[in-house]
């Protein structure tokens, strides 16, 4: 026995175009700033319906990448991140905000940035934040080894070496001082 979720009690027997379900998942944004964009739409749209959405950044390439533009180097998945959450924040719901989840896989070379991104209050505040973390990375963790972040362009290949356990001490540092990241 139990009960329906919040969305689906709202939304039964209500005129307009509300949705059903809580929680929906975009379609990661692939590394470019087209599909960047559609992601941004997509979630604003989600949250004009009543829904909240889960993005995963590991797509787009780290800060300082080569891309072929103005910039000649990008500025990474936090400034992505940042207007993510601000889409959030600016969407409204009635008398509530959407919900975001924003999620990026351990072997990211930007993954201390994002593990520590909620430290700065003015930053990602309209997110929630996850790390997919691995078994190789755990088994790492345990041994003492050195762990590899990761980032393949057609320009580069982006890699910067950590020991596991401090990575994941910083991890738990941010998440016991500002209950983020969570660990998918």
Not at 65 to 93: C, D, I, R, W
């Amino acid at each position: 026995e139990g009960i329906w979720g919040g969305r689906n009690l709202f939304a039964i027997g209500r005129p307009g175009n509300i949705t059903g379900s809580n929680c929906y998942v975009a379609h990661d944004p692939e590394d470019s700033l087209k599909d960047i964009y559609r992601a941004d739409y997509e979630i604003a749209r989600t949250y004009s319906y009543g829904g909240g959405q889960g993005l995963n950044l590991s797509k787009l390439r780290p800060r300082g990448a080569m891309v072929a533009n103005a910039s000649n180097t990008s500025p990474g998945p936090m400034v992505f991140a940042e207007k993510y959450s601000h889409t959030t924040l600016n969407t409204q719901q009635d008398n509530r905000r959407g919900a975001l989840m924003l999620v990026m896989n351990i072997s990211h070379p930007d993954i201390i940035d994002f593990a520590t991104a909620k430290l700065d209050l003015e930053k990602i505040n309209g997110a929630n934040i996850s790390i997919a973390i691995s078994d190789l990375f755990m088994h790492a963790v345990v041994e003492n080894r050195m762990w590899d972040m990761t980032f393949e362009t057609q320009y580069e290949t982006i890699i910067k070496s950590v020991r596991a356990s401090e990575l994941l001490d910083v991890i738990s540092y941010a998440n016991h001082t500002m209950c983020d990241p969570g660990m998918l």
